[in-house]
């Protein structure tokens, strides 16, 4: 059965400093990878989304980046974290390009930027 | 562009209560549409889906009908119980550009003995 890892489970950072968040996803192949993030009291917003190796699409310009340099792993990535910058990062995949099979989420990463 | 709607929270029930959150959706094709819940401190967990319209998806004694007319796909559920109280996330999803979901706001239920 196909499972998805995501870590660490919290996290605490000062402003300025890097940031890297980890996924993969085991027991599938060429899944369809996606970053969401949760802002407290507020929904889900796509971060990133990545349907192979290297084709990574962003949704909302920002101070994050996203890369996938293994079929199974997506990596969010952050040169200096903002305050703003703070969440709850939920990573996901799904089948490709299937229309109604469903994300399967990790149990995501609350960041907190101090 | 497409967008999810959802009734704004949180929702106070009693045990037993009827419960019907409310979804309704913006888009211009024929989306499949999903109920995600998200338990406190966890990620996101499937609950139910319908792919077109007048499909009903249903688990765990929730349900939701898919209604083209109304563009709208309401969570019900005839007796909710204390362990239901969580975040409930509405979604639509097309095929291409990624297959991503698209989700509303989400709606706490806060359910009360």
């Known amino acids: 059965s196909q499972t998805i890892h995501q870590w660490p489970a919290t996290l605490v950072q000062p402003v300025g400093s890097p940031l890297s968040l980890e996924c993969t996803v085991e027991g599938t192949s060429n899944p369809n990878l996606y970053w969401y993030r949760q802002a407290a009291g507020r929904g889900l917003q796509l971060l990133f989304y990545s349907i192979g190796i290297d084709q990574i699409s962003s949704e909302v310009p920002q101070n994050l980046s996203a890369s996938r340099p293994q079929d199974r792993q997506f990596i969010l990535s952050s040169k200096k974290l903002l305050l703003s910058d703070s969440g709850f990062y939920l990573c996901?995949?799904?089948?490709?390009?299937?229309?109604?099979?469903?994300?399967?989420f990790g149990n995501g990463t609350r960041l907190t930027v101090t | 562009g497409d967008s999810v709607t959802q009734m704004e929270g949180p929702v106070t029930l009693s045990e037993e209560a009827f419960l019907t959150i409310n979804c309704t959706y913006t888009a211009t094709g024929y989306p499949s549409l999903f109920w995600y819940v998200q338990y406190p401190g966890e990620g996101l967990q499937l609950l139910l889906k319908a792919t077109k319209a007048d499909d009903k998806g249903s688990n765990k004694g929730f349900e939701a009908t898919y209604r083209k007319e109304t563009t709208s796909f309401h969570l019900e559920k005839g007796s909710v119980q204390v362990s239901d109280s969580a975040v409930y996330f509405c979604?639509?999803?097309?095929?291409?550009?990624?297959?991503?979901?698209?989700f509303g706001t989400g709606t706490q239920l806060k359910v009360e003995l």
């Open positions: 979604a639509l999803r097309y095929k291409g550009g990624g297959n991503k979901l698209t």
């Open positions: 996901a995949w799904s089948v490709w390009a299937t229309r109604d099979s469903p994300l399967h």
